[in-house]
């Protein structure tokens, strides 16, 4: 019953390091996702992907690069962190149908710092 | 664009009181309507859905009726429980274009016994 993982859970980042949050999820769905949550700011779409090898931006991509070279994995890699980018990002993902009508599936959270 | 708006919170109930949490939407066309559940340190939750106008979705005891003519999706229920202390987001995702759910800001819950 593992769903979407996403490692790690806690991180914290200087000012201009890079780092990269795993997803993977096990349940072969074409659509994977990654948002933030803000205070007051609901989720927000970072970058998704409808499929292996193919990714596209979402609302707030400035700061984050994505790659999906396979079904399971979508990570989510922050080029040179800023503290504007502390956050909490979560991993969804779902059937094509379901990114369709919105019925997705979240990991835990990654909950990041930077100093 | 696309938006949603929630009632702000914490909404603080007595167990077994009743409950509203208000959502309304802006969006071009017949957009899906969700409520997302997220319980303290997890991922959120489909809660329930509703696909077209005065179609009610239902789950756990809670409810939302899309009402087109308003342009809300209010999630009710008759009675909460400690157990329902969470935070409630109302999303849409619209019929054409790109198929990502817009959130609202979400709306704390907290029930005491």
């Known amino acids: 019953n593992a769903g979407v993982t996403q490692t790690p859970k806690f991180q914290v980042l200087k000012t201009g390091q890079s780092m990269t949050l795993q997803c993977a999820q096990d349940m072969n769905h074409e659509y994977m996702s990654w948002y933030r949550q803000d205070p007051g700011m609901g989720l927000r779409l970072i970058h998704y992907?409808?499929?292996?090898?193919?990714?596209d931006q979402g609302e707030v991509p400035n700061g984050y690069n994505v790659s999906r070279s396979t079904t399971e994995d979508f990570p989510l890699r922050l080029l040179s962190a800023a503290p504007s980018q502390t956050s909490v990002y979560f991993c969804?993902?779902?059937?094509?149908?379901?990114?369709?009508?919105?019925?997705?599936?979240f990991g835990e959270g990654s909950r990041l710092t930077v100093l | 664009g696309n938006s949603v708006t929630q009632m702000e919170g914490p909404v603080t109930l007595s167990e077994e009181a009743f409950l509203t949490i208000n959502c309304t939407y802006t969006a071009t066309g017949y957009p899906s309507l969700f409520w997302y559940v997220q319980y303290p340190g997890e991922g959120l939750q489909l809660l329930l859905k509703a696909t077209k106008a005065d179609d009610k979705g239902s789950n756990k005891g809670f409810e939302a009726t899309y009402r087109k003519e308003t342009t809300s999706f209010h999630l009710e229920k008759g009675s909460v429980q400690v157990s329902d202390s969470a935070v409630y987001f109302c999303?849409?995702?619209?019929?054409?274009?790109?198929?990502?759910?817009?959130f609202g800001s979400g709306t704390r819950l907290q029930v005491q016994p």
């Open positions: 992907s409808v499929g292996a090898g193919i990714t």
């Open positions: 999303a849409l995702s619209p019929r054409a274009g790109r198929r990502a759910l817009t």
């Open positions: 969804a993902s779902s059937t094509r149908a379901g990114g369709n009508t919105g019925e997705l599936f």
